[in-house]
């Protein structure tokens, strides 16, 4: 009890004594190891630069303005192909991402014991990986390119799109499908009017959601060769090229604005 | 003593939603304010607090004008404003204690609450309410493991904490079974009868209203239509004030009602 | 029953389900415009097939390369990488959700002021604009190559993710909780720590558990750019086509996301 009765008042402690303990341990610990990684990092760091950076930043802010607008004329085919590596991307990882949940969703999955858990790892080793290393990979294997972008954005979409579509289906209302079984369907009648119809609501939203984030994602694939309008940024940063360099950052800012629109108006008109 | 001149309220969406509210509730007076939803009940007790701020006339605390009042002015204003809400309004996930002492934030610094320092004479006072109330065994429960009528004690404990000299009670009984409500209002009217204060209480069970207030004041599309004693509630008025319906059995109700509680506490 | 129901005179009415979009024109319309573009997007890929082909082999020996993977042969700079990153994701969480909830704060509507809210939403969309590794590039390039640039970019990064949707946890709290805080007389700074962080402790661990585990993974990432972690072993691994290595990090960024995850996932559990 948090409550200590001395002779007749009563004394109140938010927390018992050994639990206010604990909190102040795990705060002092935690204290602790920010500083060390603090420690450590700034033991690999050039101060002297970090001291100078703001002098290098207006330098940098002076060289990259105003930006290079005649240089638009080539970033268009940068940008569709951007586009297209995530929306095709999209749509690989949908394809695939949906009978993965099915797998891994408890009430829906063949077998808990050896179907489940090969979904659950395809789901989680697609989603530890980010995108952009997912691409340094399949540029490695295929040649760089579109394709190896496509195919990025599609294997990093797998999980992200499975998972959030598996718990949708572990959350459906057991009582409709429940209704469907007592009609006597069968099993994939019962897929069809019982639980396809309780998530294609969430698959929607997923899709658009996942989409949006693609867009973004499939800006910097060029750096590592994967096509899209990285290519660009990567080699106009790498002439040194600053002009350039900052009409293609107005690009991608424009282009994230525009996706996030549409998909701001497509997921209400889906809902 | 609150006193109301010419209260008005108008919603920035262009609802008006009181007009000209002209009221006087003396210390110790238990109040009951009746009509249907959407009447202006909560905005009215919202009002005196300014939680919802008045667009016309003035609002008196004894001496203090409540609508004049700046900011910090304010602040120390509502300490000595007590509010029990509908749906109970504690913080989840406090306990019971850190719930009842949030009653004392006015009279305590930052630091002081931050750190659940309070001054030992609040944390006595705390007991002896939660006491009262039938609550001290579950100090430190978190109010969302309390059941509907154990928040609503919580809730009172907390209002009364603050030394108030008014209550502003909204809707207390709204989402409590028969008998816990009977119990809820007669431990709000036992506890204003103890401390002498006056009480505003918003209620649309009109039979609960008959039963414990001494006075009812009606109010019909933001407008006071009747102001008088709980017997006074003939057919024709609540016809005026809720619209037509059959009232005679609501009335009769009430009688038996009246009757039973007599008898009960009489058997005590 | 059956027979009685057959036997019925049918009322020559036909049922269809009807359509998801109404208009026919519309609705083909839509579906030619999508297999127009598909097939305008697919044939502009311009895929180098023999360029693929040639490269099968080599997938596969990289499938094979996970069996077993080689943490020997760079083992030391594995271990630096991972600390490096480590170090990285500690410092940016913590340093990011420590700007992050007073921009929180500001950006909620039911809050603050409208000219602090558009300010804080302001903030909000500009560090959300550009993905981390393009912030590190420019970081690296004013601060130098090592993790303080990646530091910088997740920590920045942090505030746009934690920032947004922790503002929008509390625009959804419980209004009538706050209420009754503020009747007491509370002054806003009590007013914050009775009604508003109780609501919203929740969510302010479990966005922090997610934001620790996105910017572990982000953190291998701004290495390919000079920001420091283990990226830059990954970078060299992929390019000099040591496939057992690059599997081996592979596999130990997945165990500590693993990791992560699970245990987030307890104490989550914990604090519900």
Same mark, same amino acid.
Request: hydrophobic share 50%; net charge neutral.
């Given at each position: ?89 999209? &749509? ?46 399949? &540029?490695?294997? &295929? ?129 | 003593? !609150? ?60 001496? !203090? #004008? ?104 909204? #809707? ?48 019909? !599309? ?47 | ?106 950006? =909620? ?53 934690? =920032? ?10 419980? =209004? ?18 009775? =009604? ?77």
């Amino acid at each position: 009890m948090a409550v200590v009765e001395r002779g007749s008042t009563k004394i109140w402690h938010r927390r018992e004594r050994g639990k206010q303990f604990a909190i102040w341990a795990v705060w002092l610990l935690s204290t602790a190891i920010f500083v060390y990684c603090w420690h450590l990092i700034s033991g690999k760091t050039v101060w002297f630069f970090v001291m100078d950076a703001p002098a290098q930043a207006i330098d940098l802010a002076a060289r990259m303005t105003p930006p290079k607008w005649s240089y638009m004329n080539s970033l268009w085919r940068p940008i569709w192909d951007t586009i297209n590596i995530a929306t095709l991307g999209t &749509v690989i990882a949908l394809i695939i991402a949906v009978p993965v949940a099915f797998c891994a969703a408890l009430n829906t999955t063949p077998s808990v014991l050896f179907v489940r858990p090969v979904a659950l790892f395809i789901i989680v080793s697609s989603r530890s990986i980010n995108s952009l290393i997912w691409a340094l990979m399949l &540029v490695a294997i &295929v040649g760089p390119g579109i394709f190896a972008g496509v195919i990025a954005i599609g294997l990093r979409s797998i999980g992200f799109c499975a998972k959030l579509l598996y718990e949708a289906i572990e959350e459906i209302d057991e009582t409709q499908v429940e209704a469907i079984v007592a009609t006597g369907a069968s099993g994939p009648q019962k897929l069809i009017y019982g639980i396809v119809p309780q998530v294609m609501a969430a698959f929607a939203g997923i899709s658009v959601f996942r989409w949006d984030i693609n867009i973004r994602e499939s800006t910097v694939l060029g750096l590592v060769g994967a096509g899209g309008i990285g290519l660009q940024l990567d080699a106009s940063i790498s002439t040194l090229a600053w002009t350039q360099v900052s009409l293609i950052l107005l690009a991608i800012l424009a282009t994230v604005i525009v996706s996030e629109w549409v998909s701001a108006k497509v997921r209400h008109a889906i809902i | 003593m !609150l006193r109301l001149e010419d209260l008005g309220k108008r919603y920035k969406t262009g609802d008006q939603a009181l007009t000209g509210i002209n009221l006087e509730v003396p210390k110790g007076q238990v109040m009951a304010l009746i009509g249907p939803s959407g009447a202006g009940k909560s905005t009215l007790i919202r009002c005196v607090n300014r939680l919802v701020e008045p667009t016309a006339g003035r609002a008196w605390l004894d001496d !203090l #004008e409540l609508t004049a009042l700046g900011s910090g002015a304010l602040r120390r204003a509502r300490r000595s404003m007590g509010m029990i809400f509908q749906e109970y309004a504690l913080v989840e996930r406090l306990s019971v204690m850190e719930n009842v002492l949030s009653g004392r934030l006015g009279y305590v610094g930052f630091w002081r609450s931050f750190a659940r320092k309070f001054p030992q004479s609040d944390i006595d006072q705390a007991f002896r309410l939660l006491e009262r109330v039938g609550l001290d065994h579950m100090v430190d429960k978190r109010a969302d493991e309390l059941s509907g009528g154990q928040r609503q004690r919580v809730g009172i404990a907390r209002a009364l904490i603050q030394n108030p000299e008014v209550l502003l009670v909204d #809707e207390p009984t709204a989402s409590l079974d028969p008998k816990t409500s009977r119990q809820i209002m007669r431990l709000i009217c036992e506890l204003c009868k103890e401390s002498n204060l006056a009480a505003v209480i918003n209620i649309h069970d009109v039979l609960l209203a008959q039963m414990f207030a001494e006075r009812i004041v009606g109010l019909q !599309l933001g407008e006071i239509v009747y102001d008088g004693p709980p017997n006074g509630l003939t057919p024709e008025v609540l016809t005026q004030i809720y619209g037509e319906e059959d009232w005679a059995a609501t009335i009769e109700a009430v009688d038996d009602d009246d009757n039973n509680v007599e008898e009960s506490a009489s058997g005590r | 029953m059956v027979d009685s129901v057959t036997t019925l005179p049918g009322t020559g009415r036909t049922w269809s389900r009807p359509p998801f979009i109404k208009k026919p024109w519309v609705r083909w319309g839509v579906w030619l415009a999508v297999a127009i573009y598909l097939f305008v997007a697919i044939t502009s890929m311009e895929v180098d097939w023999s360029r693929v082909i040639e490269g099968l082999p080599r997938g596969k020996k990289f499938l094979l390369a996970f069996l077993p993977p080689n943490f020997a042969s760079r083992w030391d700079s594995i271990v630096d990488g991972i600390y490096e990153s480590l170090w990285m994701t500690v410092t940016s969480t913590v340093v990011g959700i420590g700007l992050s909830i007073p921009i929180a704060l500001g950006a =909620a509507r039911n809050l603050s002021h409208p000219i602090v809210y558009y300010s804080c939403r302001g903030i909000v969309a500009l560090s959300r604009t550009f993905p981390e590794i393009i912030l590190a590039i420019f970081f690296v390039k004013l601060f130098g190559f090592g993790p303080f640039a990646g530091f910088l970019a997740l920590s920045i990064a942090t505030i746009g993710f934690y =920032a947004k949707l922790l503002a929008e946890d509390i625009e959804d709290m419980d =209004a009538v909780q706050a209420e009754a805080v503020k009747a007491t007389g509370a002054g806003w700074l009590q007013w914050l720590n009775y =009604a508003v962080q109780p609501q919203v402790m929740p969510r302010i661990i479990g966005l922090g558990m997610y934001r620790f585990d996105i910017n572990f993974r982000e953190s291998a990432v701004v290495g390919i750019v000079g920001g420091g972690g283990i990226g830059a072993t990954l970078l060299t691994a992929f390019d000099r086509y040591e496939f057992d290595s690059a599997a081996a990090i592979l596999l130990v960024i997945i165990g500590i996301v693993m990791a992560v995850e699970y245990s987030s996932g307890i104490i989550r559990n914990h604090i519900k």
